[in-house]
């Protein structure tokens, strides 16, 4: 069966992923690696996931662009949203014109409109019969979410999931302890981020963009370039520089 060239970039996609898994990895750089790629893949502008902390409240994660993090976290703020309804009912939710579903979400409804947002889709994480989190798709005009891009978009979702459990085969008792770690790994790195934009006087985006940039250029994982830049005081001064030599010149 001959592939169609979307179905090689997505196959190219799922095996660089899984290379990754195989290898020593950051997870706050590989899934919003996995954001990036949903973007890539499917009919929508940008993608975010959401993973449930131990007191089952929803934390951002990962984010492909500032208006889709923010969008998240105003759907953590108000309550309502589409990963809010996938995460509580485990199924995916897919609006294909946001403007209809200002009843449904009165508040959500007109802050993804203001985003530059006009359909909204999500898919559920899941392992062990529990749902972790939710992968939510944006889009920057109407459209269903198509059988194909919900397959991919769950694919991407399970390989989250790998990718925050699979230190073991995941129970009920040991879930908990690995979501607690991918969570604190984003903290640490949001910490980060908002230290560089003060320092560098520079946006949060460029503030991540160089944090992986320089991890990368180094073989570091994101998470302890983060952290050493938050704890070590004595370090500090040379990372920010070497950090700040990533900033792009204007052209």
Not at 74 to 92: K, M, R
Not at 102 to 107: E, M
Not at 149 to 163: E, G, M, P, W, Y
Request: net charge negative; aromatic share 4%; hydrophobic share 45%.
């Amino acid at each position: 069966m001959t592939q169609t060239p979307r179905e090689t970039r997505v196959l190219d996609a799922v095996v660089s992923l899984v290379d990754n898994l195989l290898e020593d990895f950051d997870i706050v750089d590989l899934l919003t690696e996995l954001t990036e790629r949903c973007a890539e893949l499917l009919d929508v502008d940008a993608a975010g996931f959401l993973l449930a902390d131990p007191l089952d409240q929803l934390r951002l994660l990962a984010a492909t662009t500032e208006e889709a993090r923010e969008l998240e976290l105003f759907q953590l703020q108000a309550d309502e949203g589409p990963c809010v309804d996938c995460y509580s009912t485990g199924q995916p939710v897919s609006v294909a014109d946001l403007s209809a579903a200002s009843r449904r979400w009165p508040r959500f409804v007109p802050a993804a409109l203001d985003a530059g947002f006009a359909s909204v889709h999500a898919v559920p994480m899941r392992a062990a019969g529990i749902v972790l989190g939710a992968l939510g798709l944006f889009g920057s005009r109407p459209g269903e979410l198509s059988e194909a891009d919900r397959l991919v978009a769950q694919t991407l979702a399970h390989v989250a999931c790998v990718a925050i459990l699979q230190e073991r085969a995941p129970t009920p008792a040991t879930v908990m302890p690995q979501l607690r770690s991918a969570l604190a790994s984003r903290v640490i790195v949001e910490q980060a981020k908002g230290f560089l934009r003060e320092t560098l006087d520079i946006s949060v985006e460029e503030a991540f963009r160089l944090l992986r940039a320089y991890a990368r250029a180094n073989g570091e994982h994101l998470t302890d370039v983060a952290r050493r830049l938050m704890t070590d005081r004595h370090a500090r001064p040379v990372l920010v520089s070497s950090i700040g030599e990533f900033i792009t010149p204007p052209t």
